[in-house]
């Protein structure tokens, strides 16, 4: 009988958490996390909070980069996993049909009517690389558009439809894709003229900035796409199972019905990975075009009973706890209170987004005085005012938050859908405080701005 004690093993070693992580994985985590004063020890996590050894609680809004749609440790989704695994399933024997993945797609397809069949991998940037080549091969076509500033995932195939330059410099060479702006119909017309476009694949929220494609946009890019023979690829791994207030965000638009949709994330409970790509029936069927071809398209760890189980369970939860509703009037509330401010603050200039799903842009302010050390931040580094607004919700007011890309003055909320008015209190209240801190023109935010600047023009 083994000894392995995993609790015992915790106690044991738990503390070495940074130092392991610094010697075995990427060490510039912890030494990004030391910097910003982000280097928490959480003991503990359930919904929307964590608490930590001295049993103070913080508000979670940034739910695991979307991952804990539900929150942490919902439990029915526990209790999904523990009897998964106490019914010892006779999983991924490779050659049979457990019912559990026939019975998720069922269930995920009856939120997009006009799509017929999924495919499970293990992870948002799995399920775009799945759309991607189901989408070459239904067409024939080798090139893909994408947005600019759009973000896709971090693998070769992904990564080609990856807008920004930061994640693909040194990566070369990639598929031979293609940018357009997010909105700009004549760039996609223009290239879908060429006749060699597959598809294009857009976020209906780009995650990057927090940008909503335009009214009327999608449905216009679908009937340009269409008449090119090309396909319509939505990216919903962030924006899909309810955070913009819709199950889907692509169906804020009347009359949207993409060929290929790509799920993940909060599909998984927040336990296990889980990706998925849904898609029309020609589609799947031009792919697996017959037996020879069955498994041209697989996943070892696709359709794993685990998180088959945890995704039949968030899409129960969602249902009868009207998890969409819920994200729609808190979203709503969260972003009406927030956009109040901007009359108030001179830094603030912008509150948009959709359910909870929130972009708070920061922007170059009017008077003298701020404007100097507005300057200052600015010549160092673009985006270090939003880093000195995060830093003190979690300092002073213990709210984890996150900016919401590299050289972007912008912080995107993207908590747990199960929130209510209380945690939207308690952000508006602590995001008054730090901004009335702010204003001032001096103080603790302003001194670590002048830390953030030092550490920036070092390379740090």
């Keep these: 009988m083994t000894g392995f004690d995993l609790t015992k093993l915790l106690a044991e070693r738990g503390a070495e958490r940074y130092d392991l992580h610094a010697k075995y994985i990427n060490h510039q985590l912890p030494r990004m996390l030391h910097t910003i004063g982000f280097d928490k020890v ?8 964590f608490w930590d050894a001295d049993g103070q609680d ?28 106490d019914a010892r399933l006779a999983d991924l024997t490779r050659f049979d049909c457990q019912p559990l993945p026939g019975l998720l797609a069922e269930k995920l397809l009856t939120h997009t009517p006009h799509l017929d069949r999924v495919f499970f991998g293990n992870s948002g ?18 090139r893909v558009l994408y947005c600019a500033h759009a973000f896709h995932g971090l693998t070769t195939g992904s990564l080609s ?16 894709d293609t940018a357009v702006e997010l909105g700009d119909l004549a760039a996609l017309e223009h290239e879908l003229r060429r006749g060699d476009v597959a598809a294009l694949i857009v976020e209906p929220i780009q995650g990057k900035g927090v940008h909503p494609t335009p009214p009327g946009y999608l449905r216009a ?54 990706g998925a790509t849904l898609g029309k029936d020609w589609i799947f069927k031009k792919v697996y075009s017959s037996m020879d071809r069955v498994l041209v398209h697989s ?20 249902e009868d706890e009207e998890i969409v509703a819920n994200a729609r009037h808190t979203g709503d509330l969260l972003r009406t209170r927030l956009a109040a401010l901007t009359d108030r603050y001179e830094l603030l200039h912008d509150v948009r987004g959709r359910g909870l799903m929130i972009g708070i842009e920061f922007g170059r302010p009017r008077s003298l005085k701020l404007r100097g050390h507005w300057t200052m931040l600015q010549a160092a580094r673009k ?12 300092q002073r007011h213990r709210i984890l938050t996150q900016v919401s890309g590299d050289h972007l ?36 935010m302003w001194d670590f701005g002048r830390t953030l600047v030092k550490q920036a023009l070092q390379g740090g």
């Design 299 to 318: 996943a070892s760890f696709g359709s794993n009973a685990q998180a088959m189980a945890a995704g039949l369970a968030v899409l129960a939860v969602m």
């Design 58 to 85: 913080y508000l979670d809004m940034l739910a695991g980069f979307g991952v804990m749609g539900l929150g942490r440790h919902h439990p029915v989704v526990r209790q999904a996993l523990h009897d998964v695994l």
């Design 383 to 394: 985006g270090l005012f939003a880093q000195m607004v995060v830093v003190p919700l979690l």
């Design 161 to 176: 439809v990856n807008g920004e330059n930061g994640f693909r410099d040194g990566f070369a060479p990639l598929l031979p």
């Design 221 to 274: 890019a679908q009937e340009l796409l269409h008449r090119h023979k090309a396909l319509l690829i939505a990216d919903e791994v962030q924006t899909g199972l309810g955070r913009t207030g819709d199950f889907f965000a692509y169906q804020h638009e009347d009359g949207v019905e993409p060929d290929l949709v790509c799920v993940a994330k909060a599909l998984s409970g927040g336990y296990v990975p889980v």
């Design 125 to 142: 940037t799995e399920a775009v690389e799945t759309a991607l080549k189901f989408a070459r091969y239904a067409t024939g076509r080798p």
């Design 42 to 49: 959480y003991e503990r996590a359930e919904g929307a909070y």
């Design 409 to 444: 003055e912008v912080i995107k909320l993207i908590p747990p859908l199960t929130i209510g008015e209380k945690e939207v209190d308690r952000f508006v209240n602590a995001f008054t405080e730090v901004m009335d801190d702010a204003h001032r023109g001096g103080g603790l």
